[in-house]
């Protein structure tokens, strides 16, 4: 799409402040569906990936608000940080999705195990999903306290069971983001500071892997995926005020499959 048939967020009121968010993982699935929810709300939306601005991507001000961030690699982070905070210009951030994942497979797309994962996988794996929120969020913790802002990390349902398709690092790693979620919602609800998470289940996105349709059938009490914008609207709901007295929550959004 081009920059200039590409749509524009709606304009606000010029009386009311525009709100801003950071989004990490906006490339595709949840990610893009956030950025699409949180923009066509009037939002400005600051995204950090690993890559580029993906051209096709359908918010005004894409390629102005897109920071290329390696969040694997810490000093990279540190400095996708620093960036942030200078285009924020001391304004207030009010919301903080902790988005991007890693979930390495073995040849042929096989699942790996706590047996045949290699450190290094396990510490890229840790770097992105585990590492990266926590410095992302205490990087920005005083443009969060300006605007008493909210942040929501993405977790998954193989964060308490295992999984036949999410590999173990990649599980064990959001458990310990949805232990993390708790401890800093007790330390940044201190300063007004709301931390929640969200823990998907089977969502129709371009990396479902084979076999998929057998667990909508057996152990999806709604028997459908779920999409992008459901997790999206409930990502939304917890950075405004409709969710003012949520914090420390994991909201499962997985059509009944965790009962």
């Known amino acids: 799409m081009s920059p200039e048939t590409r749509p524009r967020p709606p304009q606000l009121d010029s009386n009311q402040p525009r709100r801003t968010m950071i989004l990490t993982g906006a490339s595709r699935g949840i990610g893009h569906a956030t950025v ?14 690993r890559h580029p601005f993906p051209e096709q991507c359908p918010w005004g001000a894409g390629p102005e608000d897109h920071i290329q961030i390696d969040l694997a690699d810490r000093e990279d ?16 951030l009010h919301a903080l999705v902790n988005n991007a994942a890693i979930s390495p ?3 042929g797309g096989a699942r790996l195990g706590s047996i045949d994962t290699e450190l290094d996988t396990w510490e890229q794996v840790f770097r992105v999903n585990f590492f990266a929120p926590i410095l992302m969020a205490r990087g920005l913790i005083e443009e ?3 605007a008493k802002g909210s942040v929501v990390n993405v977790t998954s349902i193989a964060g308490s069971r295992v999984h036949p398709f999410a590999g173990a690092a990649y599980a064990t ?11 800093m919602a007790a330390d940044f609800g201190h ?13 129709d996105t371009s990396i479902l892997s084979p076999g998929t349709e057998k667990i909508v059938e057996e152990q999806i009490p709604l028997r ?13 709901v917890l950075c405004t005020e409709t969710s003012s007295y949520v914090n420390g929550a ?9 009962v």
């Open 173 to 183: 790693s959001k458990a310990a983001l949805a232990a993390l979620t708790r401890e």
């Open 191 to 203: 300063v007004g500071v709301r931390v929640n998470s969200i823990a998907p289940g089977e969502i």
């Open 224 to 236: 459908r995926l779920g999409t992008p914008d459901e997790v999206a609207k409930i990502i939304y």
């Open 250 to 258: 994991e909201i499962h959004i997985n059509g009944g499959q965790h």
């Open 77 to 92: 982070t540190l400095r996708g940080i620093d960036e942030i905070r200078e285009r924020l210009q001391g304004g207030p």
């Open 144 to 146: 969060l306290k300006a």
């Open 36 to 49: 699409i929810r949180f923009s066509s709300a009037g939002w400005r939306v600051i995204t950090c990936s």
């Open 105 to 107: 497979k073995a040849a």
